[in-house]
């Protein structure tokens, strides 16, 4: 059969609410031009984030009810444990809320004045992290990777040429960690291929550097190793995700992606020292190291969500779903990073609309131009998130996110007719102003104004 399904069926529903344009219009107004600021019952198809915002199974909420609520040693932590241990080979496991605690734990033990810490392409909050500490964050992506129509099966590969630039001009003893996010989500959701892993570890075992993976989008990651690295075909996804792992030092992780759940994270570490330190911070900010903010719930929740993902025909109809999204919108005429990612299609915001400059931002001006269209909430990923402090990102992105076993195909298609609809009358696209914005992670919060 050609047709991929969805291989579930749908237990319980959510209504999803549609409004007209004249109320987006002031909806939009409102929230001075940020999507961030809507409120998301006035969202009728949200690819705002594939983070946090999937649909559990009848096993991930027969796990709530079986959440041992224990304060230390509570029997859903063993649960846990026993899985990631055996997914990842890790030891050292420690719970977070979410991956970005598991970064703030990190940088703050690893980070400060003076350090570099490079990867593939940071996300903006271990970027954020990472500059809080003091640190410098340097991403490296691959050439390819700055080009949305190059068609690199690996665009996520981190550059091993220019990695030994980085440490020859500053230094090994100034990098305390290089980090390779799978997928690279800043770049595209782009996968990175174990035969690069193995490069970077190459690389990092000669200069005595440990490598961590940022591991939200692992499997999705492995999956794609799987279609497409040679020799990795015939291969089970839980081993190449085993390969990947057993090439790192570390790892944070964010379960809000391939954890399949709503809220959770984890710190992985070897390093016994290491993990005491983190274990003091966990404890200090987080939780105590049996639940490090978490209920016994999330963490039986986590468990089952991480046995999930690596089955084969999930991944299968995630990748899919997402693969059949990007090839409608180049259907349609609509530029994106191709290929299409892992969690998300990225379209190219510069292709869309040529009359915006980057400083007038034609990111938010899509994304805008599809909440006003059709109640579709996409995300920024440019000059808005990026072009902080006179930076200049090397595209100007939207990204819709689609969150895991959420959305029938009739919500894409919907999608891809609302997006076609705004390219067609794109001259209709406004520049837009910032009024205000904080100091870091401005796109959370930052007030526009149209041009
Ligand atoms: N690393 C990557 C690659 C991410 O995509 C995210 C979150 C994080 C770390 C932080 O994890 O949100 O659990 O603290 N990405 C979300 C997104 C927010 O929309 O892409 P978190």
């Known amino acids: 059969m050609k047709t991929i399904i969805e291989p579930f069926r749908i237990k319980v529903v959510e209504p999803i609410r549609r409004t007209t ?63 990631v241990r ?15 605690a598991s970064e703030r734990i990190l940088f703050e033990l690893l980070g400060g004045a003076g350090k570099v810490v490079p990867s593939n392409a940071h996300f903006d909050t271990t970027r954020a992290n990472v500059e809080h500490s003091g640190a410098r ?52 959701g782009q996968p990175v291929s174990l035969e690069n892993l193995r490069a970077v570890r190459e690389v990092c075992t000669r200069h005595g550097l440990p490598l961590f993976l940022d591991a939200c989008r692992f499997a999705e990651n492995a999956y794609f190793i799987k279609l497409r690295e040679p020799g990795q ?30 809220i959770g994270g984890l710190l992985l570490l070897r390093d016994p020292l290491l993990a005491q330190r983190a274990n003091n911070l966990l404890i200090l900010t987080e939780g105590y190291v049996t639940y490090g903010g978490l209920a016994g719930r ?34 349609a005429g609509i530029k994106i990073v191709e290929p299409p990612g892992g969690h998300a299609v ?29 109640g579709i909430r996409a995300c920024e990923i440019g000059s808005v998130m990026f072009g902080q402090d006179g930076r200049r990102p090397a595209m100007e992105l939207v990204r819709l996110a689609i969150p895991r076993r959420v959305y029938t195909q009739s919500h894409v298609d919907y999608v891809v007719e609302a997006a076609a609809e705004v390219f067609q009358d794109r001259q209709r696209l406004r520049p837009l102003e910032i ?9 959370f919060t930052a007030r526009f104004r149209e041009l």
């Not at 999330?298 to 999204?325: H, K, N, P, T």
């Not at 009024?435 to 796109?443: E, F, G, M, T, V």
Request: charge should be negative; hydrophobic fraction near 40%.
């Open 21 to 83: 344009r004249p109320q987006r219009e002031d909806i939009l107004r409102r929230a001075d031009f940020n999507v961030f600021a809507v409120r998301a019952e006035d969202v009728l198809i949200d690819l705002l984030t594939d983070s946090g915002t999937g649909a559990m199974s009848s096993e991930q909420w027969a796990g709530v009810m079986r959440g041992d609520e224990s304060y230390a040693g509570a029997k859903s932590w063993y649960v846990l444990e026993r899985t």
């Open 86 to 100: 055996g997914l990842t080979g890790f030891d050292r496991i420690l719970p977070t809320h979410q991956g970005r």
């Open 137 to 188: 964050a340097v991403d490296l992506p691959i050439p390819a990777a700055r080009h949305p129509a190059s068609r690199h099966p690996f665009k996520g590969d981190l550059d091993v040429a220019a990695l030994l630039r980085l440490i020859a001009e500053v230094g090994p003893e100034r990098i305390p960690v290089v980090m390779v996010t799978v997928t690279n989500n800043s770049g595209g």
């Open 233 to 262: 075909a015939d291969r089970p996804v839980r081993d190449i995700v085993r390969d990947m792992f057993d090439l790192a030092d570390g790892a944070t992780i964010s379960a809000k992606k391939d954890g399949l759940v709503n």
């Open 298 to 331: 999330d963490l039986e929740a986590m468990a089952q969500g991480f046995e999930e993902v690596v089955d084969e025909d999930y991944l299968e109809y995630r990748i899919r779903c997402v693969g059949y999204l990007g090839e409608k919108l180049l259907a």
């Open 346 to 374: 990225y379209i190219d915001a510069a292709a869309f609309c040529p009359h915006i400059p980057p400083e007038r931002f034609p990111g938010q001006a899509v994304v805008c131009g599809l909440y006003r269209h059709a």
């Open 435 to 443: 009024i205000d914005a904080p100091p870091s992670l401005r796109h």
